[in-house]
């Protein structure tokens, strides 16, 4: 026989205190479930359970903990029923946000142990089918004053939605499908591919909608509105490695596919994406994993209790000798961030990131060597190949809000060095020049380092009125950030690490500003145009410490024989290696959209936007005008949301859209990078869909599009026309099994990736790409165990095709320039075991 425990709702959750004014709407109850007590249990200790605990923006409550006692089966039982609620999550100017709350359960009066009560009282037993009524607030006299609740936000609003392509990624229970790194997460996003040539701590070589963004040149990336692009890096400027996030730190992925927010700013060509981080399992987590080519995992992760899930600890150590020849890898990451309250209107964080990798790189191979099998698949021709990276960051910020204003600060300072060495072509580009010494071909090795140091802010008021009894609001905001480079690139003697030739060596100062103004208008409920303008000045100071490389008519006397930085001009005269440029620029970016509904759950929405991505230092002349590269993008689509009465969450949006550049980036081998080309045009289309309930959450999406220069209408090479992308977990206790009366939890994840016949210079197709990976994992009490598995059909595919002239001297035959098919082979099956522990705290 079971007791009944009436529930009553006595949430503060409509009664906020000073800081919850109206830009801050409260979690409502969607769901609740009556909660039920084993037979023969003592009487409450009082006449309420008072639980603390945080709704999530997906409305599920979590962390839940017990603040006032009524006894422990009381609890517990309070427990059990509330975290079977859902809710409608807290907004925070309209956005959903993640919050911390309070909700008391009341005892009915016929269970309650009457105040003078002795020790050999009976327990009280009250049969289910006596239809105990449930007690509201207002009829319980327990001699206690009423609990004054509060709801705290310590989230951070979101920005208003640009569109059908703008993409608000709750990572969720889809963190079951195997991913190698946090970068991986952008393909929850539509066409969007990730291939790497370099190996594990090299990173990903990012495609979006038709542009070759390589290391993000033409992605805005960040991590809680903190930069990762780095500008003036001489592998790329706007490279950026997305290694130092540990990937259980993700929560959720904003990636907007265009420049149509006035809020991007530089590289944000093909788009942008803003990682944010935050730990949901609290307490402590220690992880170890082990797998295929001796692959080695350690983290460990803390938050502490009662904390914001953006409060979390977290420490990654990592290692694999890697497939084939030439792929070992190590790296270590710790990651800290604390977020509190200043006050009932006030929230701040605090946090500081620290990685450091070093990489062996296998490169490419000619097809042509691996058919004759000179080479196998997984092999490579130098060793030399690989490189390191090292970050720091320490960042801060703060968020107010009071009635109809709010604003937000954020302050950030970040080193970073880079190490790349790569070869592509072999032995082609080391000419004979005049003033040298007869010498042959010394190899291609580029030896690229770059160090950064920047220092920003970024920063954002915005002001709500109603007009036409509607909500209207205008935000200002600004972005900074002071760059100090340093970069050389060098290319070594083949078999050594010596140096013979240097050709970049630069000193950057490098200043970026942007200004912003954006409006959200809305006269009547089915109509709203969002948009503004942004302002961005970009400076330039370069020193190049190798501005003299060639000379005509040098002095007979002092010949400059093999230097790199010649201290001589024309006829010999001397000059000073260095030279200094300084130069500025500005761009006025004007963007908006409009959205029409919802209408039963579905929202049409246009929008147009334009945007930039600066030019490197080493292109750099004194006082003339900055050659941004200019983006015009358009887009139309429809997007669909419900959340149905049986508790299943939908969406999907379908979307039409085009893009122009005047100066796109076309990767060239020789350079190893992307060099500016002509001005390119793309029109392309996607679908996109995810589907959530009480035990599955599936995710997919196709995206086609047509890339081509404008003069020649050929289509621009190395983009995939068409990518699809299925992402799939599933979760639910085991039904029978309940070991010592815990359920074991299992969960099981799958990814699927095809990617379609890319284009390659000179009218030629790539091969395609199918991958799928899967993972499976039980939970039981505090221990865990995970089995995943990559390429599960193990597939020998290239990742990356190229074509292009080289000479790895493998043949023994005369060099050829005519241009041969390249590739870097993808990853083989490998499998990895994870083993967990979990202390101290709920998920």
Not at 424 to 448: K, W
Request: charged residues 20%.
């Amino acid at each position: 026989m079971k007791s009944s425990l009436a529930v009553a709702l006595a949430m503060a959750l409509c009664a906020l205190p000073a800081m919850a004014g109206e830009d801050v709407a409260p979690p409502t109850v969607l769901t609740k479930v009556e909660a039920t007590l084993p037979v023969d249990a003592a009487p409450p200790e009082q006449d309420h359970v008072l639980l603390e605990f945080t709704v999530g923006i997906d409305g599920k409550p979590g962390d839940i903990r017990v603040i006032e006692s009524a006894g422990k089966a009381w609890d517990q039982a309070s427990v059990d029923a509330l975290a079977k609620w859902a809710f409608n999550p807290a907004t925070h100017e309209g956005t959903p946000v993640a919050v911390r709350t309070r909700l008391s359960f009341n005892m009915p009066a016929a269970l309650l142990q009457p105040p003078d009560a002795g020790l050999e009282q009976e327990a009280v037993v009250v049969d289910a089918g006596t239809g105990v009524p449930a007690i509201t607030l207002e009829n319980v006299d327990a001699g206690h004053p009423r609990h004054e609740l509060s709801t705290i936000v310590t989230g951070r609003s979101q920005p208003r939605s640009r569109g059908a392509s703008d993409f608000n990624i709750e990572v969720g229970q889809l963190a079951v499908v195997p991913r190698k790194s946090a970068a991986e997460f952008l393909k929850l996003a539509p066409g969007i591919l990730l291939t790497n040539e370099g190996g594990e701590g090299h990173p990903e070589r990012i495609f979006l909608r038709g542009f070759d963004a390589r290391e993000g040149q033409d992605l805005e990336l960040s991590v809680d509105g903190v930069p990762i692009n780095d500008s003036g890096n001489l592998h790329g400027n706007g490279y950026a490695d997305l290694g130092f996030l540990i990937p259980e730190l993700v929560s959720n992925l904003r990636v907007l596919e265009g420049p149509l927010d006035p809020r991007q700013g530089n590289y944000a060509v093909a788009g942008s994406a803003d990682y944010q981080l935050g730990l949901e399992d609290r307490g402590i987590t220690i992880k170890g994993g082990y797998g295929s080519f001796d692959t080695m995992r350690l983290v460990a992760l803390w938050g502490p209790p009662g904390q914001s899930t953006r409060t979390f600890g977290g420490v990654q150590l990592f290692r694999t000798a890697g497939f084939g020849q030439n792929r070992s890898a190590q790296n270590a990451k710790v990651m800290a961030q604390y977020e509190g309250s200043l006050s009932d209107s006030t929230s701040f964080r605090v946090g500081a990131y620290g990685y450091g990798t070093m990489f062996r790189s296998a490169g490419v191979l000619r097809e042509d060597d691996f058919a004759s099998g000179r080479v196998g698949f997984y092999d490579s021709y130098d060793t030399r190949q690989g490189g390191d990276a090292l970050r720091a960051q320490v960042h801060f910020d703060l968020h107010g809000h009071n009635g109809d204003f709010s604003h937000d600060q954020t302050a950030f300072f970040i080193f970073r060095s880079t190490r790349i060495m790569e070869n592509f072509t072999g032995f082609v580009s080391d000419p004979q020049l005049a003033q040298q010494t007869p010498h042959g071909q010394r190899g291609d090795l580029l030896d690229r380092d770059s160090t950064n140091f920047t220092a920003g802010a970024r920063g954002a008021a915005r002001w709500r009125a109603t007009v036409f009894q509607r909500r209207q609001e205008l935000e200002v905001g600004y972005f900074a950030r002071f760059d100090a480079v340093t970069g050389m690139q060098t290319r070594l003697l083949a078999g050594s690490n010596t140096p013979y030739l240097r050709d970049y060596d630069l000193d950057s100062k490098l200043f970026d500003v942007g200004l912003y103004a954006d409006a959200n208008l809305s006269p009547v409920w089915w109509l709203t145009l969002r948009g503004g303008v942004r302002g961005e000045v970009l400076t330039y100071n370069v020193q190049d410490n190798c501005a003299q490389r060639e000379v005509r008519r040098p002095s007979l006397t002092n010949p400059p024989g093999d230097e790199s930085c010649l201290s001589q001009r024309d006829l010999g005269l001397y000059r000073d290696p260095t030279e200094r440029h300084s130069t500025a620029g500005a761009a006025l970016m004007p963007r908006g959209t409009l959205l029409v509904g919802p209408f039963a759950g579905v929202t049409f929405s246009g929008a147009l936007g334009t945007g930039i991505r600066s030019i490197d230092p080493q292109f750099i002349s004194q006082n003339l005008e900055t050659p941004f590269a200019s983006i015009f993008a358009w887009e139309g689509g429809a997007s669909f949301q419900h959340r149905f009465e049986n508790g299943l969450d939908a969406s999907a949006r379908a979307v039409v859209f085009g893009t122009r550049v005047d100066k796109d980036l076309i990767f060239n081998a020789q350079e190893g990078r992307g060099t500016i080309g002509g001005s390119t045009s793309r029109l392309g289309g996607l679908v996109a869909a995810r589907a959530r309930y009480d035990f599955f959450d599936l995710a997919g999406n196709m995206t086609w599009v047509e890339s081509k220069f404008d003069d020649t209408g050929l289509l621009v090479p190395y983009v995939p026309d068409f990518v699809a992308r299925l992402d799939a977990g599933v979760f639910h206790a085991l039904p029978y099994l309940r070991p010592l009366d815990s359920p074991i939890k299992g969960r099981a994840g799958l990814g699927i990736t095809y990617v379609g016949r890319r284009a390659l210079p000179f009218g030629q197709r790539s091969d395609t790409i199918f991958v799928i990976d899967a993972s499976a994992e039980l939970a039981w009490k505090v221990v865990s165990v995970g089995f995943s598995v990559t390429n599960l059909l193990n597939n020998q595919y290239r990742q990356v095709e190229l074509n292009y002239a080289s000479d790895f001297q493998t043949s023994g035959s005369l060099p050829s320039l005519v241009p041969a098919r390249h590739f870097a082979a993808g990853a083989p099956r490998a499998f990895m075991l994870t083993v967990g522990l979990h202390f101290g705290g709920e998920s």
